[in-house]
């Protein structure tokens, strides 16, 4: 029988298979019915074990050895590939992985930290039984100004430094109110204006997501053959919050933008004197924008034909706001809003150097100031923050101090 088989099937494994199958093995039907390969020892193992001869014209020890390498190898190229792809995957999903560590540690500080706050708040609230209104328009006079230690260790524990954000690293959203009033006296003046930096980053860049936003839902209205009411009363609320009286939508296109990181950073460090000013610590005014009418802190030595006061905020994103609303409303910036426009039309980066010296409106010293303003952005490396980003998280107003 076996010599019969021999001449039928010219591969060893083949007059193996036939044999197993000639003489109903039940193992080797069981292994076909799982879809399992059978080597060609385990065939001769099972045709030994059910006493069944096995062919005479047997492989040789080194044509067994191949096969079986080859079974081996084809196994091992499978599970390279398995290897591989699982490797891929979960380099591919390192930064999702990341940022949800990142978020929950940002959420679990982030509460730590504000937990007193919270208790303090709720005995105001239930002290005054009033409601707290909508934004910026809260009553923030009971706010603490967290000193500066306290505020580098916050920093620290959300794993929020500069070096991170400059390689690519998300700005964790922590919205400080008033900067701490010690700020002045840190000996290191690196040390000093870092932490300026790192405080106002997270404003800066919430301010121009906001805007981002308006821009998205207004390029989404402009491109709809019909608009609902809801979307003509938002309409109406942008022409009045930009001033645009003849409700010019090209003008509200051109005013509707965001100011480059490094700018907002350069001008507020150069007003306020890194934070240090008395008008920055008693007012949170970062710009030092003037008023005639409004709430404000008057200058010291200042000349007696001047009447103007150094306008003042009850936070610190509050100034941030009003600074973004200047520049782009007012008469003086105009050439800055149409360069930034055209900046967006040809498809370049918004970036400070290309726009400080449409600027020299903001100061009495007009083109000194431009220079000083390049000093102040080249020598700090501010531009490395034009690309910055907030880090997305579930507290949808970040965590405000």
Not at 22 to 49: D, F
Not at 342 to 359: A, D, F
């Amino acid at each position: 029988m076996a010599r019969k088989i021999e001449k039928l099937f010219k591969s060893y494994r083949e007059q193996l298979l036939h044999l197993a199958k000639l003489y109903a093995i039940v193992e080797v039907k069981g292994y076909a019915r799982s879809a399992k390969r059978l080597t060609t020892a385990q065939l001769e193992l099972l045709l030994i074990k059910n006493r069944i001869k096995l062919p005479v014209n047997r492989s040789s020890d080194k044509a067994i050895a191949k096969q079986e390498l080859k079974e081996n190898t084809i196994t091992n190229v499978y599970l390279s590939i398995a290897f591989i792809f699982f490797l891929g995957c979960l380099i591919t999903m390192r930064p999702y992985i990341k940022n949800v560590v990142n978020e929950v540690k940002f959420t679990y500080v982030a509460e730590e930290y504000k937990e007193p706050k919270k208790i303090k708040n709720k005995k105001i609230a239930k002290k005054k039984k009033v409601t707290e209104p909508e934004e910026f328009k809260q009553n923030y006079d009971n706010t603490i100004s967290l000193n500066a230690e306290t505020t580098s260790n916050l920093f620290s524990d959300l794993g929020y430094d500069l070096k991170g954000v400059r390689a690519g690293q998300k700005v964790k959203p922590i919205y400080l109110t008033k900067l701490p009033k010690d700020l002045k006296t840190l000996g290191d003046t690196k040390k000093k204006r870092e932490l300026f930096i790192k405080i106002l980053l997270p404003l800066i860049l919430a301010e121009n997501e906001k805007i981002n936003e308006d821009r998205k839902k207004l390029f989404k209205i402009l491109s709809k053959d019909f608009n609902t009411v809801g979307e003509r009363v938002w309409l109406k609320r942008r022409f009045k919050e930009y001033k645009i009286e003849d409700k010019d939508l090209a003008e509200l296109k051109e005013r509707m933008d965001i100011v480059p990181v490094s700018i907002a950073l350069a001008q507020a460090a150069n007003e306020s004197g890194w934070g240090t000013s008395r008008f920055a610590l008693e007012g949170n005014a970062l710009f030092g924008q003037w008023t005639w009418s409004k709430k404000g802190i008057m200058p010291k030595n200042k000349d007696p034909n001047q009447t103007h006061k150094v306008l003042q905020f009850q936070i610190l994103r509050a100034s941030v706001r009003a600074y973004k609303n200047n520049l782009n409303t007012h008469n003086a910036y105009k050439e800055f809003r149409e360069k930034r426009a055209q900046l967006r039309q040809e498809g370049s980066p918004i970036v400070g150097l290309e726009l400080t010296k449409y600027l020299k409106a903001y100061a009495a010293i007009g083109e000194k100031y431009v220079v000083l303003l390049n000093d102040i952005i080249s020598n700090n490396s501010l531009t490395d923050f034009d690309k910055a980003n907030l880090l997305p998280t579930k507290l949808k107003k970040g965590m405000t101090l």
